[in-house]
């Protein structure tokens, strides 16, 4: 069985920074494209960022490239999100999340697992 596990959020302040990771166990962590995802009160679950299977490919939102970054580690199968340059609407729950074998990585039905996520507040 493959479970994600988050960590890494908390409260900071607005231009602040955080790094976000990622926990795989269960499945092949190597053979998959990874994702993260986040999601806001009353709003739909958002995009922000993706990796291949190597780590040589990796695809932003508009929202959040230049500010984000992701990273992982095929080793420890792990993943990373470090988030600089916070601002307020940053604030949500962020999902790491396992894409399934083919599909357009920014859309969110094209993952199959997901972590449990963890809340990201950014005060102003």
């Known amino acids: 069985q493959v479970q994600l596990v988050e960590s890494g959020g908390g409260l900071v302040q607005a231009g602040g920074s955080l790094r976000l990771s990622c926990a795989a166990s269960g499945g092949t962590f190597s053979d998959y494209n990874m994702g993260w995802f986040r999601q806001a009160p009353g709003k739909e679950r958002e995009f922000l960022a993706a990796i291949n299977w190597n780590g040589r490919s990796t695809y932003y939102a508009g929202s959040v490239k230049g500010r984000f970054t992701i990273s992982r580690d095929n080793a420890k199968n792990t993943m990373a999100l470090q988030m600089s340059s916070l601002k307020p609407e940053d604030t949500a729950n962020y999902y790491c999340?396992?894409?399934?074998?083919?599909?357009?990585?920014?859309?969110?039905?094209?993952?199959?697992?997901w972590g449990q996520g963890t809340q990201v507040t950014v005060s102003s």
């Open positions: 999340a396992r894409a399934v074998v083919s599909g357009v990585l920014t859309d969110r039905r094209n993952y199959d697992y």
